[in-house]
């Protein structure tokens, strides 16, 4: 989280051991803090939707 702050990344996706375990990840928006879990399988749909609030 250190790096990503230090580049002033807008979200971040993080993938332990646990998510992998579960089949999932955490996708945290590093301007509000805020944080969802998903599907792994969904990721390229919530990176779309990311994309489409940037834009």
């Known amino acids: 989280m250190e ?3 230090k580049y002033a990344v807008g979200y971040t996706f993080i993938l332990g051991h646990k998510e992998v375990q579960d ?3 955490i996708i945290r928006d590093m301007d ?3 944080q969802e ?8 749909k ?3 939707r990311i994309l489409e609030k940037k834009a």
Do not use: E, H, N, R
């Open 37 to 44: 879990i998903i599907d792994q399988k969904k990721i390229g």
């Open 3 to 5: 790096i990503a702050a």
């Open 32 to 34: 509000s803090g805020t």
């Open 23 to 25: 089949g999932t990840i």
């Open 46 to 48: 919530a990176m779309q």
